[in-house]
């Protein structure tokens, strides 16, 4: 689940990345269009079609630059709730896997403390058989851990620190989530709501749930490099430090920098 999260986030922003560059070539139509026909737009004896090919060059050029003057909001929201969906799914992925690993932690301490009785050997039995019973011990364990809850709920990181307690995989109290970085994840899944069911226009609703937003009632999302940078950071922040919590604490990347986790060149 680790590598489909990295690879669904390169995914994204190689696509925003390849956008941008599309968008910059076509700022160029009109004159990648006079340099293969040989002519200039100030030409007096333009053909007709030759003025009909420039004159479609130069809207294509004009939106591009249009979309460019505004920092291409749409790839930028479209992109970060793809990062923002592969967050969720590496949680409520990751937590059944690492139940599973603890089911077996706790099995493997139970078969040595077993083997250290005498005249018994975990060994002398056949082995299909040790594979069947230390799998269903392992299921047994596993299920006696917490099930609920099993998807991400709620805002912030406590969106993600409520599922990741199920496999003792919450942020340590002396160890808390910057204020700063949780805002960050709050306000962007408030505006993931109103992106994906509100049509973008920000409501009461998303200002009542992240009253850091920037936004007002009845506004829409435009979300600038400025802002991708910010949330992009936050996403790949929080993702690395999850999947450094099975490592010693002083292992974990400190997250005060965490807003220096954006897309090189973003």
Do not use: C
């Not at 990345?17 to 076509?26: H, N």
């Not at 749930?209 to 400025?226: C, H, I, M, T, W």
């Not at 990347?253 to 060149?265: A, E, G, I």
């Amino acid at each position: 689940m680790v590598a489909d999260f990295f690879a669904a986030m390169e995914e994204a922003e190689r696509w925003r990345e390849m956008t941008s560059w599309g968008l910059r070539e076509l700022e160029q139509a009109v004159e990648r269009e006079e340099a293969r026909l040989h002519v200039s737009r100030n030409d007096a004896g333009l053909s007709p079609e030759n003025r009909e090919i420039l004159q479609n060059a130069w809207e294509r050029a004009e939106m591009a630059r249009a979309e460019l003057g505004n920092e291409y909001p749409y790839v930028h929201a479209a992109t970060l709730v793809s990062m923002y969906g592969a967050l969720d799914a590496l949680v409520e992925e990751l937590v059944p896997g690492a139940q599973q690993i603890i089911a077996w932690s706790i099995f493997e301490s139970v078969r040595e403390r077993v083997e250290s009785v005498d005249d018994v050997s975990w060994d002398k039995i056949p082995e299909q058989h040790r594979d069947v019973v230390g799998e269903a011990i392992a299921q047994v364990i596993a299920d006696q851990l917490p099930k609920k809850p099993a998807r991400p709920i709620g805002s912030g990181a406590e969106r993600y620190e409520s599922v990741l307690e199920r496999a003792n995989l919450r942020t340590p109290s002396d160890r808390p989530i910057p204020g700063d970085l949780d805002d960050a994840l709050t306000e962007f899944g408030a505006l993931r709501d109103v992106l994906v069911h509100r049509s973008g226009r920000v409501d009461r609703r998303a200002l009542a749930q992240a009253p850091s937003l920037k936004y007002g009632d009845g506004e829409f999302v435009r979300l600038n490099r400025d802002d991708y940078r910010r949330y992009s950071a936050a996403i790949r922040a929080y993702w690395i430090d999850i999947t450094q919590r099975v490592l010693d604490s002083k292992e974990r990347r400190d997250l005060s920098s965490w807003r220096d986790n954006y897309y090189v060149n973003a």
